[in-house]
């Protein structure tokens, strides 16, 4: 195991046995939700990875180490400090020489789970092409990294403050393979789905265990990225969510947000104008996903 790495006593029994592992992020603890709400979904979302036969692995960096599972006092402070930092790629091993506290996002997090040997990682919603991100050139390294590391990233598409087209046509280029869960279309996060037609459709978990095997096999190193749509009756119809995103996005320019802060920043707002609304739906999605996730991580299994 890389030196780095200090595993929880849960995953390391785990990953000894060879039982399935989901990873899970932390910047969605501490930056993309409010306490104590984000403390409430990291656990529930742990408890819902067991109920469905799979061992969860929030990771975060701190004391120097990529720490694997995370234990109350951990999740808590992560909850609730105020100096937590937001880790992509590039904050990795700066935010581990100063020994900071640091929340990972969906990139950090693969590195993280590539080097604890973990297959299936399970978050809310992806960074992408930002809108006028052809423009301004804010590309989440969540792209990149999707490009370069060889797990299986379960979400529920990217938010509409993302530009979805430009997203998938990033995606393409980089010979990622973005695979609809029981549906033809991208997810668009709060809504099931959008107008971005998918060119992969998976109604089964065993078959993307059959998809991630392949992929292993024949050395492809990109990431699969399964997208799974909200449950419906916790989605927020697109007439009712593009205005209040309008809205956000205005705001931050308003503001001028941009950089790392982009996406907390317009998370925050979103909640703020939609009385929580969003807030509850962002939720429920990652519960949907830690059980796809968990089923995936399952399946898998059988390759093992
Ligand atoms: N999208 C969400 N919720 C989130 C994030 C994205 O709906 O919490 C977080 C994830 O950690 C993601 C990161 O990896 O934001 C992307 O940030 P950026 O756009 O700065 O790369
Ligand atoms: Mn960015």
Request: charged fraction near 20%; aromatic fraction near 4%; glycine fraction near 6%.
């Amino acid at each position: 195991m890389n030196p780095l790495i200090r595993l929880s006593q849960e995953v390391k029994e785990a990953l000894d046995h060879h039982q399935p592992v989901v990873a899970l992020e932390s910047t969605i603890i501490s930056h993309g939700m409010p306490y104590p709400q984000n403390v409430e979904m990291a656990r529930k979302t742990e408890q819902i990875i067991r109920e469905h036969g799979a061992v969860p692995a929030t990771i975060a960096l701190m004391d120097g180490k990529i720490q694997v599972g995370l234990d109350d006092q951990q999740l808590e402070l992560l909850a609730t400090a105020p100096n937590v930092a937001k880790v992509s790629r590039r904050d990795f091993a700066e935010i581990l020489a100063s020994q900071q506290i640091g929340a990972t996002t969906v990139a950090s997090t693969m590195i993280a789970a590539k080097l604890a040997g973990i297959k299936v990682f399970v978050t809310g919603g992806i960074g992408g092409v930002h809108r006028e991100g052809q423009d301004s050139m804010d590309i989440s390294a969540d792209l990149e990294e999707l490009s370069q590391t060889n797990l299986t990233v379960v979400c529920a598409g990217a938010k509409a403050i993302l530009d979805l087209g430009r997203t998938m046509e990033y995606l393409e280029t980089k010979g990622v393979p973005v695979v609809g869960y029981q549906t033809d279309y991208l997810p668009a996060f709060y809504s099931r789905t959008s107008d971005v037609a998918l060119n992969l459709r998976k109604d089964h978990p065993e078959e993307i265990a059959a998809l991630m095997h392949y992929q292993d096999v024949a050395e492809l190193k990109s990431a699969i990225l399964v997208t799974n749509p909200i449950p419906a009756e916790h989605e927020i119809p697109h007439e009712d969510i593009d205005q209040i995103i309008q809205q956000a996005l205005a705001e931050e320019k308003e503001a001028g947000v941009h950089g790392k802060d982009s996406t907390p920043f317009l998370l925050a707002k979103i909640v703020e104008l939609t009385e929580g609304r969003s807030l509850a739906s962002n939720i429920e999605l990652v519960y949907n996903n830690a059980r796809l996730g968990a089923e995936i991580a399952v399946a898998y299994q059988a390759y093992q």
